[in-house]
C-alpha cells in the first residue's frame, strides 16, 4: 500500500511538472517569434497543414544544453 502512495505522489509531481512546463511554453510561444525561425517548415493542402518546427528545436536543444551544463557542471 505504501509503494502504491508514493507511485501516486510521484504521478502527481509529475502531472504538475508537465502542467508548468506546458504553461511556460504557451507563454513563450506568445510573447516571441520563436516559432517563424527560417528553418522552420510549414505544408498546407486543403484542410490539413503539417508544422516542422526544425531550426526552433536545434535552438531549444542547444539553449537547454548550455543551462543544464552550467547547473550539472562537474568541479
Known amino acids: 500500500m505504501n509503494s502504491l ?3 501516486g ?3 502527481m509531481v509529475a502531472g504538475g511538472l508537465l502542467a508548468v512546463m506546458g ?3 504557451w507563454i513563450f510561444g506568445q510573447v ?3 516559432t517563424k525561425l527560417p528553418g522552420d ?7 490539413v497543414t503539417v508544422y516542422l518546427p ?3 528545436s ?5 539553449l537547454l544544453t548550455l ?3 552550467l547547473i550539472f557542471r562537474q568541479r
Open 5 to 7: 502512495a508514493n507511485v
Open 9 to 11: 505522489k510521484w504521478l
Open 23 to 25: 504553461i511556460l511554453v
Open 32 to 34: 516571441t517569434g520563436l
Open 41 to 47: 517548415f510549414v505544408w498546407r493542402r486543403g484542410n
Open 54 to 56: 526544425l531550426a526552433t
Open 58 to 62: 536545434i535552438v531549444l536543444s542547444l
Open 67 to 69: 543551462v543544464l551544463n
